[in-house]
C-alpha cells in the first residue's frame, strides 16, 4: 500500500517534471524567435488570431 503511493508520487513528480521542460523549451522558442513568428503571420492575416 505504502508503496503503491510512492510509485503514484513518483509518476507525479515525473509528470510534472516533463510538462515544466516542454513550457520551458517552448518559452525558450518563442524568446528565440517570437518576432518572426509574428511577422509571418502579419504577412499572412493571422496575427489578429492572437
Avoid at 505504502?2 to 515525473?14: C, E, F, P, S, V
Amino acid at each position: 500500500m505504502i508503496g503503491n503511493r510512492i510509485a503514484t508520487q513518483l509518476l507525479l513528480a515525473a509528470g510534472a517534471l516533463a510538462l515544466s521542460a516542454a513550457t520551458g523549451l517552448a518559452f525558450a522558442g518563442w524568446l528565440d524567435s517570437g518576432a518572426r513568428i509574428f511577422m509571418a503571420m502579419a504577412e499572412t492575416g493571422m496575427a489578429w488570431c492572437f
